[in-house]
């Protein structure tokens, strides 16, 4: 019996590790290549041992890159930056769109109301290169084309959707009940939505704002035809990396996990309060 | 502090709950409105606080007309079924919640909580969230909350259904103190015959759509207005049989079962398809008494017993239930006290004045004559 035990609980790491080597083995890769030189990358056979350099980060931090052609200008930090504001303020807008048109739709019927939320499902659907021609287009009449404005506004096709959708779902499984008896007790209608609905749906519209988040950050087509150099998201920055002299792979490998970091600490931190709000889920009597 | 309902009107699509329903309640009065699952008590309560967002009507406290008012605005107190607490906050807040909209002070608040979760015995379970409650305990803060703010009006629905038999005990004793005590118009919604008959006031029974009947809760038992409503109240159900009455010196006869009975009821029945409504404890079983025939009927006993065959007897409170075989196999309920003769022929008589007379077509109850009218006549 003990033995079969150990037997069992032998193979199940080694299964767990397999799955994990799997998954995680490119990402080690690249944490291994942003401390590699370009021709310690390119070696072969690769060398699994290496002696440490952190001049890919060096170069991305200070903006400065140098090659065997000369200095080379990179907009990295710039680029970090647009990401993070163009996701979060996606996220945001989405959220304050997204989160009371949610709740109408879970919690009234109301004319072409389904017609509405299927609509804005659909925004998914179509491929973004069907509608980005047109889109640049107009933003070039309209004024919008390369601004931070333009941008979230074209965001929304990503994020509003996702939230609409997860966060709809749960308002309509906490019971319209809970919301009742908070008016009948006298508080008002806004009250009782942003007192008990919100809170209520707290862990749905965490999750759907870190998937929105993360999908927003990974967008790479919107961004690159409608912005220029200086508004563009480190997906794209990213391109700047393949020089005349060649692909600068160690500056590519740092800035993926510079890139990373950012969603991987929000990840963990939603995920803690993702935890607590599905605890606290005791809703039904 | 009274609650009026004018021609309350509740249809969801096609589908017709509520007809035209009117109601007063008085205050201190406490309402039940009964009637079975899925007949809309609910959806009339949700009404009256405003959350219904179908209801068409008249809804009027204290003479005011509260129709075009939000929930918030009513000034009343409602305790759900699935008690609705808030999950997020602990008891004390939730409790605190009707006050809390009205800005009293803190200090204020603090004690009125305290005063009525001491009322309700739940003190020391203030501070922890509504999950951590037994069913019990949730109950009595959902009550707690309704009361806090001592409201005109108060709507109950079926408080005592989630909660376990010896609560729903206690409470059904300790509710009338209560309810007296808040001294509001209250409307308590329950399914339970026997819950309805003990904290009621009133009874409003409510039946395909409407209010069938809405009197004094003996009066509901003992004189329904038709056999629908008579068939919701008692345990076991009453006995119906097909009859004929024929009209005869000082009343009607009546003959089902074997049993022939003399009834004090409206001669206009007579020749017409009726039903003869007995109560199971309104029929008695004895040992048959020699030959049968010429034996010395008890005083109200209808004829001479019937002979019956004992089925099956089950114990009911401190009462036996029996199901009785008679000839031609019809099959009756009886609740009777003590052990019933056993191993013996048994016979079984009915009490005459209160047996039911029932209209066969409509339903509708067939009055009994005054007896002093009689006299007269």
Not at chain 1, 2 to 20: C, K, Q
Not at chain 1, 159 to 165: E, Q, S, Y
Not at chain 2, 41 to 64: C, S, Y
Not at chain 2, 110 to 116: H, I, L
């Amino acid at each position: 019996m003990e033995r079969s035990d150990t037997i069992w609980r032998v193979l199940r790491g080694l299964a767990l590790t397999l799955v994990i080597i799997f998954f995680l083995f490119p990402i080690f890769w690249i944490l291994l290549m942003s401390f590699e030189t370009n021709e310690q990358v390119l070696a072969i056979p690769p060398k699994l041992f290496i002696h440490p350099t952190l001049m890919n980060y060096v170069a991305l931090l200070s903006g400065k890159l140098q090659t065997a052609a000369g200095a080379l200008d990179i907009t990295f930090m710039r680029n970090l930056w647009n990401s993070v504001l163009l996701s979060v303020c996606s996220v945001a807008l989405s959220l304050v769109l997204g989160v009371p048109a949610a709740y109408a739709f879970a919690r009234f019927r109301f004319r072409g109301g389904e017609d509405i939320a299927f609509t804005l499902l659909s925004f998914r659907f179509a491929p973004p290169l069907l509608v980005l021609l047109p889109l640049s287009l107009y933003f070039q009449d309209i004024g919008l084309a390369n601004t931070y404005i333009g941008l979230i506004w074209v965001y929304q096709l990503i994020c509003l959707p996702l939230i609409l959708w997860i966060v709809r779902g749960y308002f309509e499984d906490a019971s319209p009940d809970v919301e009742y008896a908070y008016r009948v007790d006298g508080h008002s209608w806004w009250r009782a939505f942003t007192r008990i609905a919100i809170p209520l749906a707290g862990p749905g519209i965490a999750a759907a704002a870190l998937l929105s988040f993360i999908f927003a950050w990974n967008n790479f087509v919107f961004a690159l035809v409608l912005a220029s150099a200086d508004k563009q998201p480190v997906t794209v920055g990213a391109l700047a990396f393949v020089t005349a002299s060649g692909i600068q792979y160690g500056q590519i490998a740092a800035a993926i996990v510079l890139s990373i970091l950012p969603t991987l600490a929000l990840a963990l931190y939603a995920q803690r309060w993702l935890v607590e709000g599905l605890s606290l889920g005791a809703v039904k009597g | 502090m009274s609650l009026t309902i004018r021609n309350l009107h509740v249809a969801f699509r096609r589908n017709l709950v509520l007809d035209d329903v009117s109601l007063d309640v008085a205050p201190g009065e406490t309402l039940v409105l009964f009637g079975p699952s899925g007949v809309g008590k609910t959806v009339l309560l949700r009404a009256i606080a405003g959350v219904e967002p179908a209801a068409r009507g008249q809804v009027l406290i204290d003479g005011r007309d509260v129709s075009a008012l939000g929930p918030d605005r009513r000034d009343l107190g409602m305790a759900f079924q699935n008690f609705a607490l808030y999950p997020h906050l602990a008891a004390r807040e939730n409790i605190a919640s009707p006050l809390r909209a009205r800005g009293v002070a803190s200090a204020e608040i603090e004690a009125r909580v305290g005063r009525v979760a001491e009322l309700l015995r739940i003190s020391h379970v203030l501070d922890h969230p509504p999950r951590a409650l037994s069913n019990g305990q949730k109950q009595r803060t959902a009550l707690a909350r309704a009361l806090v703010g001592q409201p005109r009006v108060l709507l109950l629905d079926d408080p005592l259904r989630n909660v376990d038999a010896k609560l729903r005990y206690e409470m059904r004793l300790e509710l009338p103190r209560l309810l007296r005590a808040a001294e509001a118009a209250t409307i308590y919604v329950t399914q339970d015959y026997r819950e309805a008959m003990a904290l009621g006031d009133r009874i409003a029974v409510l039946h395909r759509a409407a209010i069938a009947q809405c009197d004094i809760p003996e009066a509901v038992y003992d004189a329904p207005v038709s056999v629908n409503v008579a068939r919701l109240f008692g345990d076991p159900p009453l006995n119906l049989l097909p009859c004929r009455p024929v009209a005869e010196a000082g009343g009607l006869r009546v003959e089902a079962a074997g049993l022939r009975l003399l009834l004090p009821a409206a001669r206009e029945a007579a020749g017409r398809d009726c039903l003869l409504g007995l109560r199971p404890e309104t029929i008695t079983v004895s040992r048959a008494a020699g030959g049968g025939a010429g034996t010395v009927r008890p005083a109200g006993a209808g004829g001479a017993g019937v002979p019956v065959e004992i089925v099956a007897a089950t114990p009911l409170h401190e009462r036996m239930v029996l199901l009785l075989r008679a000839a031609g196999g019809v099959e009756l309920l009886a609740s009777v006290l003590g052990e019933p003769p056993q191993g013996v022929p048994v016979v079984l008589q009915a009490d005459e004045q209160r047996a039911l007379l029932f209209d066969a077509e409509s339903g509708a109850r067939i009055p009994h004559v005054a007896r002093t009218l009689e006299v007269v006549a």
